[in-house]
T-cell receptor, first 111, second 112 residues
Framework: DAKTTQPNSMESNEEEPVHLPCNHSTISGTDYIHWYRQLPSQGPEYVIH???SNVNNRMASLAIAEDRKSSTLILHRATLRDAAVYYCILLNNNAGNMLTFGGGTRLMVKP | DGGITQSPKYLFRKEGQNVTLSCEQNLNHDAMYWYRQDPGQGLRLIYY???????QKGDIAEGYSVSREKKESFPLTVTSAQKNPTAFYLC???????????FGPGTRLTVL
């Protein structure tokens, strides 16, 4: 299974942009890059996903490197409610592929 | 409102007792999943079901059992064979297998 590597933790100031990196050097051509986040004592929630092109939605932006070996989740203006663990996951739509959650990045937002 | 519900939020059991955790969804999703999360760790897959009356073991199925008799429901039984059952249990569903997953609020099980 293709794996991802993320920093254990990051800090940000409120209302500043946050760039959360993810390395996935063994990604295959059909792997989608998914991001989920988990607030304390809650279930994870889907944030965004992409294949090759950069993606934007109301929650975040996803910047994917040209070689697809890394990606960056961008929160444009961090709020205290964005403090969570962010998981970068590779998902292949072939039958049998699962979301595999690693340790993620714990984002702390300072007021 | 559509969503996934898990009950109860907190559950306490004595060692050696079986316990069943409830998971219900009204999203009309075909696929459902059970994960376990230990403190400070990521999620690990216990069982998943792609369709009614079918389910497969995940990475840590030993000591657990599931059933999928209805599309909306995917209960998980933690049996006495599970060596360390105390954990946070999360249920999820997706429109079909491999698509983005929607998670319930979780059940925190403590075995005394």
């Amino acid at each position: 299974d293709a794996k991802t590597t993320q920093p254990n933790s990051m800090e940000s100031n409120e209302e500043e942009p946050v760039h959360l990196p993810c390395n996935h050097s063994t990604i295959s051509g059909t792997d989608y890059i998914h991001w989920y986040r988990q607030l304390p004592s809650q279930g994870p929630e889907y944030v965004i996903h992409g294949l090759t092109s950069n993606v934007n939605n109301r929650m975040a932006s996803l910047a994917i490197a040209e070689d697809r070996k890394s990606s960056t989740l961008i929160l444009h203006r961090a709020t205290l409610r964005d403090a969570a663990v962010y998981y970068c996951i590779l998902l292949n739509n072939n039958a049998g592929n699962m979301l595999t959650f690693g340790g993620g990045t714990r984002l702390m937002v300072k007021p | 409102d559509g969503g996934i519900t898990q009950s109860p939020k907190y559950l306490f059991r004595k060692e050696g007792q079986n316990v069943t955790l409830s998971c219900e969804q009204n999203l009309n999703h075909d696929a459902m999943y059970w994960y376990r999360q230990d403190p400070g760790q990521g999620l690990r897959l216990i069982y998943y079901s792609q369709i009614v009356n079918d389910f497969q073991k995940g990475d840590i199925a030993e000591g657990y059992s599931v059933s999928r008799e209805k599309k909306e429901s995917f209960p998980l039984t933690v049996t006495s064979a599970q060596k360390n059952p105390t954990a946070f249990y999360l249920c999820a569903s997706s429109i079909s297998h491999g698509k983005k997953q929607f998670f319930g609020p979780g059940t925190r099980l403590t075995v005394l």
